[in-house]
Nanobody, 126 residues
Framework: VQLQASGGGLVPAGGSLRLSCAAS????????MAWFRQAPGKEREFVAA???????VYADSVKDRFTVSKDKAKNTVDLQMNSLEPEDTAVYYC?????????????????????WGKGTLVTVSS
């Protein structure tokens, strides 16, 4: 099983980027797919998750700017990032798990996810 993230790059502050993550191999169904990020010198942090029932969970820092969407049939998850800020600069990782998390479960911890992809770098210039 592999998760492959793509779409990172260099963008000026205020700009937009769309990240995509595709699962390959014997994937089965990923009921929860999420994005995390890790800025230089900082710990990996939760960004957004798409749940099995269509629900979404966002970190406060990206709410109203980022949108996560999942294609169940294709086992892909995208992250549309608008109004980017220099503080959004980080390596972005997609993660997946078969657990049926609900919004109340708040699957925002690294331990909530069994599978991880290699990251894609997003750099926002000021």
């Amino acid at each position: 099983v592999q998760l492959q993230a793509s779409g990172g790059g260099l963008v000026p502050a205020g700009g937009s980027l769309r990240l995509s993550c595709a699962a390959s191999g014997r994937t089965g169904r990923w009921n929860t797919m999420a994005w995390f990020r890790q800025a230089p010198g900082k710990e990996r942090e939760f960004v957004a998750a798409s749940l099995w029932n269509g629900g979404t969970v966002y970190a406060d820092s990206v709410k109203d700017r980022f949108t996560v969407s999942k294609d169940k049939a294709k086992n892909t998850v995208d992250l549309q990032m608008n109004s980017l800020e220099p503080e959004d600069t980080a390596v972005y990782y997609c993660a997946a798990d078969r657990t049926y998390y609900s919004s109340d479960d708040k699957p925002t911890e690294i331990r909530n996810y069994d599978f991880w992809g290699k990251g894609t770098l997003v750099t926002v210039s000021s």
